[in-house]
């Protein structure tokens, strides 16, 4: 599937993406504070593609001016990347995303985002979309306060496995009602 926003594309990855990739996951401002580490080489970028990035519902970040991805945007199934076990439902998903440093401060990420989220709510009908940080990642946070999702609880000592540490996390949601509120009303308004 492929899904369209005014400055992006998101398709989904291909081990073709693993140059672009590299260029933007080797920054250490950009993995760890997601919770993953930085990417050593091309070829670690391209199986990162392959066992995590190149799966149903993740997509690649594309700029529509130069056709390249430049971040990872998805939702995340019966996983919790912040809480274990946080989507344990059908009808709930987890919605996670990078992108790289050149491209901070946009907005290409909460642009990406609605879409995703409208993806979520109107074509996989689901009923909650969950998002989180690790502290300190006041990037994310406020990507996740500009989209209207409503904060659910902080937790110590939450398991970074592929950091091999412990972190504080916080937990926010979006349900479609409160999704429906927020976004669907702009439309018939307009």
């Not at 993953?36 to 594309?62: C, G, M």
């Not at 809480?83 to 990420?109: C, F, H, M, R």
Request: charged share 25%; net charge negative; glycine share 8%.
């Amino acid at each position: 599937m492929i899904l369209q926003t005014k400055r992006t594309i998101l398709r989904p990855w291909t081990e073709d993406d693993a140059e672009e990739c590299f260029k933007y996951a080797k920054d250490p401002r950009v993995g760890p504070a997601a919770g993953w580490p930085v990417h050593t080489s091309a070829e670690n970028s391209r199986q990162i593609i392959k066992d995590f990035l190149a799966v149903p519902e993740t997509y690649a970040v594309v700029l529509r001016e130069t056709n390249l991805p430049v971040g990872s945007i998805g939702l995340h199934f019966n996983s919790g990347l912040i809480n274990s076990g946080l989507t344990t439902k059908d009808d709930e998903a987890e919605l996670g995303y990078w992108i790289g440093v050149p491209y901070w401060g946009q907005g290409l990420i909460p642009e990406a985002a609605k879409e995703m989220l409208r993806h979520a709510f109107e074509d996989l009908d689901l009923e909650r979309v969950w998002c989180g940080y690790f502290d300190g990642n006041e990037k994310s946070k406020r990507v996740q306060e500009k989209l209207g999702f409503v904060y659910q609880w902080t937790s110590d000592n939450v398991p970074v496995p592929q950091m091999g540490e412990l972190r504080k996390g916080h937990v926010n949601l979006m349900t479609r009602e409160h999704w429906e509120q927020i976004y669907c009303s702009d439309r018939t308004n307009s």
